[in-house]
């Protein structure tokens, strides 16, 4: 496990006590801040989905769901989320709504097959969160439009926060900086893609970072994007592919960029179809979610998820998600941040 320890670690918020309501506070704080800057209704969210339907999120295509039978359903498999990406989608169709407006909802999921680290755990905790656009809003300027919405959300949670916690202290500048991920390529080329964002991130301390999953001049994806809901392949205005990205913000405690939300506007049937081309998986347009969204039954969408526990460690400024969630480690990590000031829930 790379494990990073932050010199002279201690929390700010003192006790456990303290932590879990400053952790509500957060929660309850940006959740609202969410729904009113995107005008956004919360729904409930399933756990799990049905295997073999093609609505479970791939995520990079080689992540194990957590699958079972059930006992019910004449042994059915099922599997745990990745992520609700494109359940949002069906959801949004079946109750009828209309552009402007959308749903989100707390979604938890496990990823049994991540590396665990500061900032990463078997058990996931977001705000997926999902909204109908017009076909004409498919652009980058509506995207850019979005991002800054969110980007308020977390900025008015930070000033409130500090109001009830003052030893946590706001940092965040008051824009949002965006770049493109070919752009950052061309201005670090020596650079991996992580050491790219830390260099940007550094500088400005909020970035949205544009266009991940599809190939760069280097012949590589900044990152992975799954084919069949972020439109990473489309030429947008600025001349680069892609209507998607990631919110990235600088953490002082733990010295580098930490992605917070990825995010983006959904494929339509042209980019499906050509996105399962590129990534040759074109067996899949005859799964169900994918054959109502070819056949043209699925609303246009923007949406992404916004990590729980990861905005609550950025916000409270801890050094491991593990002292905002509750999850399973290694008894080594349980030791060594134990002696050095993390406690972990």
Known sequence: MNLFIPKNYKSLLGDFESTE????????????????????????????????????DDLNGVERPVRFPIKGMDEQPAEVVHSLAKWKRLKLGDMKVQPGMGIYTDMNALRPDEDLDNLHSIYVDQWDWEK???RGDRNLAYLKKTVKRIYEAIKV???????EFPQ???????????????????????????????????????????GIGGALSNGEPHDGRAADYDDWSTLNEDGFYGL??????????????VEVSSMGIRVDEEAMRRQLEIRHQEYKADLFFHKQLLEGNLPCTIGGGIGQSRLCMFLLKKAHIGEIQSSIWPDEVREKCAANGIDLA
Request: glycine content about 4%; overall charge negative.
């Open 168 to 210: 946590v202290k706001p940092v965040l500048p008051d824009e949002i900086f965006f770049i493109h991920s070919e752009e950052l390529l061309r201005m670090y080329p020596d650079l991996s893609p992580k050491e790219r964002e830390d260099a940007i991130v550094r500088t400005h301390k909020a970035v949205f970072l544009i």
């Open 157 to 163: 949670t930070e000033n409130k926060l500090f109001i």
């Open 244 to 257: 998607n990205g990631d919110i990235l913000l600088w953490n002082d405690v733990l010295e580098r960029s």
């Open 132 to 134: 109908v656009i017009g």
């Open 21 to 56: 309501q400053a952790v509500k506070a957060v929660k309850d704080m940006f959740q609202d801040n969410l729904s009113a800057q995107l005008a956004l209704l919360r729904v409930t969210a399933p756990m799990v989905v049905l295997s073999g339907k093609g609505i479970n």
